[in-house]
């Protein structure tokens, strides 16, 4: 509470009253304060409708009715007591609390034009309390609902006129802007008219008109279409998301009948009906709550003029108040829990800790909730980006499966294939490199052959050699196919028939052996792809699983980093807590007095609680400043006497100079001509 603030505001008009602040403090008495808040809330209602109730001698007022006239008065302003409520202040007015009286004082000057508003507005906006035995009455139904009707007709042309009050300078910007767009209009209209005559002048001018209508029309509907289908694909996937989410809830239900039976899904279905029953009874009217709060508050801030500096600067000085407010309550509460009256503050203390992990467990289940559905969006927005041109569904599930095991099987067949092919080509490589040797080998041979016959005088000997040995081959090969006679030929049929059928009867039973083991080894190869397949199956299942096990592992090792550091940083903050307890205990101990270790203590530093020493040093600090203001009066006072002594020492003090000066000119000789002064001044004695 600032009383300086009281004493500027009081001793400007329409008040003008000269009152210090040790006046008010010490010297003021109750009744005149309380005639000084009639006088102010006099003030505040001037200018209303009605006329002001506040405007009497507290001296011929019964105390009651002043105590009952100055706390409607604070209802009707929204004073905050310090912990009080209405009926306690009218009470604490009654008893002639000068604190009270005091608060009330600097709450009514703190903001003179924000109180004069509310007391306008209060005229027209306060709300009539009807006991209810009259409200049986289908009349004062009626009056109360108009009341209630005008009270919202009045809120609206309120804001309207606070509007036009707010925005009454921008006249002049608003006629420039309609100034401006008459300009701009006739601009239009005069390229139009252009327009319409280069149109005129092409031929067939009406057929190019229908056309460009037409084609705008056609623009129009294609638009509209277009709108149409982006709605039905809309539509479309929000129906796949619901079959999506149908689906998801399906196989969960079947994994919860395969895993725990009837018994878990009831179970569990139980406990989901639990925590939607807290959510909607408990949780969700919270929020509710809260956003219509918020809602409100905007209201009341869009309603409200724009805030000043002035308004800032009271908002800070009320925000205080309320936390020593505050902290006065918690100190008195920690008064009463340190008394050991209260039996159950354990248990309110548990079922606190209880409420906030249940309220926070909520707010994480709404979170996650929240995620949940970001990450499902994100999906869908995924596989809309990842379908293909004609429209594909994304593979899911064991589709999926299916899908990666036949893939993995054709890629070790391609990975076969290519070692095959590659060593092919190193093979095929080789024989080139080697093909490419022999013809250079015999290129060179054949060369040097020929050099050598030629040098022999028999050239070509080596072709014409080599063409009579086939010639010769070819002739032997004739002779002896010819000397071949058919008993020949018909032994070595019977021979070759015989050693047939002996292969035959020797191979017949090893034949029938290989067939019975090509069926088993077509079954073992069946059954060789089948476990495959579902080995390649089970393996990418659990690839996937493990991927999203190290996921689940790593997201819960950054939750372990994250409690540890908080866990380290709550136990720092409850040690500084409990050090600042401490203090504030032992400040409490030292102020009430009865330890004699507290009390030698004391002894030992020279005074009992800070808080005396804080009060000696207000005090100290007070005395100071009256002494220093009234050594400022006493300047002030002998000021203009002392500037019109120092006027006439410094007039003086020039005129002694200026007699110096000349003394200095007339004993050096270089002064005034002085031979008619020799016979006047030759019997006057110099000094």
Not at 7 to 15: A, N, Y
Not at 163 to 184: C, D, F, H, N, P
Not at 330 to 348: H, I, P, T, V, Y
Request: glycine letters at 6%.
């Amino acid at each position: 509470m600032d009383l300086r603030l009281v004493s500027e505001r009081l001793s400007q008009p329409p008040f003008n009253k000269t009152l210090s602040v040790i006046q008010l403090h010490d010297e003021v008495p109750p009744y005149a304060l309380a005639q000084l808040i009639s006088d102010v809330g006099a003030y505040l209602e001037e200018g209303g409708p009605l006329p002001s109730i506040h405007k009497v001698d507290i001296r011929n007022e019964e105390p009651e009715a002043t105590a009952w006239r100055i706390g409607e008065f604070m209802r009707i302003l929204k004073f905050r007591g310090p912990g009080l409520d209405i009926n306690a202040i009218r009470l604490e007015i009654l008893n002639a609390d000068r604190a009270l009286l005091l608060e009330i004082l600097h709450f009514l000057l703190k903001d003179v034009a924000l109180h004069k508003k509310r007391c306008y507005l209060a005229t027209f906006l306060e709300i009539v309390d009807v006991p209810s035995d009259y409200m049986q009455d289908d009349l004062m139904l009626e009056l109360c609902e108009q009341v209630s009707q005008l009270q919202d007709q009045f809120k609206e042309t309120h804001k309207f006129v606070e509007g036009l009050r707010q925005t009454g300078g921008a006249t002049t910007s608003v006629k420039r802007e309609i100034q401006q767009m008459e300009e701009e209009k006739q601009q239009v209209l005069s390229k139009i008219s252009k327009i319409k005559k280069k149109v005129e002048q092409v031929p067939n001018h009406q057929v190019w008109l229908e056309a460009a209508k037409k084609l705008r029309i056609e623009q129009q509907q294609e638009a509209a279409l277009a709108d149409r289908i982006r709605e039905q694909r809309n539509a479309v996937q929000n129906a796949e998301k619901k079959y999506a989410a149908s689906q998801q809830q399906l196989k969960e239900a079947r994994n919860t009948l395969t895993s725990g039976g009837a018994e878990g899904l009831l179970a569990k279905m139980q406990e989901e009906c639990k925590m939607n029953k807290y959510l909607a009874s408990d949780n969700l009217p919270k929020s509710i709550e809260e956003t219509k709060q918020r809602i409100r508050d905007l209201k009341r801030v869009i309603s409200e003029p724009p805030l000043r500096e002035t308004d800032f600067e009271n908002m800070d000085e009320e925000i205080k108040e309320l936390n020593a407010e505050t902290a006065r309550l918690a100190e008195k509460k920690l008064l009463k829990a340190n008394s050991g009256d209260d039996k159950l503050a354990l248990f309110r203390q548990q079922a606190a800790i209880i409420a906030r992990k249940k309220a926070g467990t909520a707010q994480r289940l709404n979170t996650l909730t929240e995620e949940v559905m970001r990450l499902s969006e994100e999906v869908e927005s995924r596989r809309e980006q990842h379908r293909g041109p004609g429209g594909g569904k994304v593979l899911t599930g064991d589709d999926f499966k299916k899908y990666v095991s036949e893939l993995r099987g054709k890629s070790n067949i391609y990975k076969i294939k290519r070692s095959e092919l590659s060593e092919m080509q190193a093979e095929f490589g080789i024989l080139q490199r080697t093909e490419q040797i022999l013809h250079a080998r015999e290129k060179s041979m054949s060369s040097n052959l020929s050099e050598l016959e030629r040098r022999s005088g028999i050239p070509n000997f080596h072709n014409d050699r080599e063409t009579l040995e086939k010639v010769s081959e070819r002739k032997g090969e004739v002779d002896q196919a010819k000397g071949k006679t058919l008993q020949e030929i018909s032994d070595i049929i019977a021979s070759l028939v015989s050693n047939i059928n002996n292969k035959k009867s020797v191979l017949a039973p090893v034949i029938n052996e290989l067939r019975k083991l090509r069926v088993v080894a077509s079954d073992l190869e069946a059954d060789y792809v089948e476990r495959k397949r579902h080995y390649d199956a089970m393996m990418v299942g659990l690839d996937s699983e493990a991927v999203k096990l190290e996921q689940e592992v790593k997201g819960y090792r950054q939750d372990i980093a994250i409690d540890q550091s908080r866990y380290h940083y709550l136990n720092m903050a409850i040690g500084l807590i409990d050090i600042s307890q401490e203090k504030v205990l032992h400040e409490m101990k030292s102020y009430i007095g009865g330890d004699e270790a507290i009390e030698a203590q004391q002894k030992a530093r020279g005074f009992k609680t800070y808080r005396d020493v804080y009060n000696k040093r207000i005090v100290e600090q007070e005395n100071m400043g009256k002494s220093l203001r009234e050594h400022q009066k006493e300047i002030k006072s002998k000021h203009e006497p002392n500037v019109k002594q120092l006027a006439y020492f410094t007039g003086i003090r020039k005129l002694l100079q200026l007699k110096v000066a000349h003394n200095h000119k007339v004993l050096s000789g270089g002064g005034l001509d002085t031979t008619g002064f020799s016979q006047i001044t030759q019997d006057r004695l110099v000094l």
